[in-house]
C-alpha cells in the first residue's frame, strides 16, 4: 500500500490537534488543582521572542487548516486570532479539525507534484506538494505543538511523552 499526501496530511493535524486539546484539558485541569490563575498559562512562553501558548496553538490551527488547503486547491477558513480562554483554543482545534475532515482523500490525488507556494515576502517559497507537506508543514505542525507542550511542562502541568504522543489505536485519527 503506497502512502498519498492525504494519508500523511489530514489524519496527522487532526490526531496532533485532538492531542493538542487533551493537553490544554490537562493544563486547565493542573491550574484549578493548584490554583493558579488560567491567564498565567495562556500568556506564558518560553522565550521572549516566542509566541505565548495562544500563539502556538494559534500556529498549529493555521499550518494544518493551511496545509490542507494548499495540498488540495480549496480555500482555507479564516479564524481571527482572537482566543483568550482554553475554551475558545479547543474550539479552535475543533473547528480546524471540522474543516480538515471536508477534504476528501480523492481531491489530493495527483497533487504530489503540484507547486505549492506559501509565506510572503522575502520569505515566500514554492516546493512540489510532497517536498511542502514533509519539509514543511508537518515539521512546522509538530514545532508548534511541541511548544505548546514545552510550554505546559514549563507550567508544571503533569504530562510526558505518553501524553504528547496519543493513542495507538488505529481506527482513530
Request: aromatic share 10%.
Amino acid at each position: 500500500m503506497s502512502l498519498s499526501l492525504y494519508d500523511v496530511s489530514v489524519p496527522v493535524f487532526m490526531r496532533g490537534l485532538t492531542i493538542l486539546s487533551t493537553l490544554l484539558d490537562k493544563a486547565e485541569a493542573h491550574a484549578s488543582e493548584t490554583g493558579e490563575p488560567l491567564e498565567t498559562y495562556l500568556e506564558t512562553r518560553l522565550a521572549p521572542d516566542m509566541l505565548t501558548l495562544v500563539g502556538q496553538v494559534q500556529r498549529a490551527s493555521d499550518t494544518a487548516k493551511f496545509g490542507g488547503a494548499r495540498l488540495t486547491g480549496a480555500a482555507a477558513p479564516s479564524f481571527a486570532d482572537d482566543e483568550t480562554t482554553f475554551d475558545q483554543l479547543r474550539e479552535r482545534c475543533t473547528k480546524t479539525a471540522a474543516y480538515l475532515s471536508t477534504l476528501a482523500p480523492a481531491t489530493f490525488e495527483g497533487s504530489d507534484t503540484r507547486p505549492v507556494t506559501f509565506g510572503g515576502g522575502a520569505n515566500e517559497r514554492t516546493l512540489s506538494a510532497d517536498r511542502y507537506v514533509l519539509q514543511f508543514a508537518l515539521p512546522n505542525f509538530f514545532f508548534h505543538v511541541t511548544t505548546a507542550y514545552d510550554i505546559l511542562r514549563h507550567k508544571g502541568v503533569p504530562v510526558g511523552k505518553r501524553d504528547y504522543l496519543g493513542s495507538y489505536d488505529d481506527t482513530s485519527t
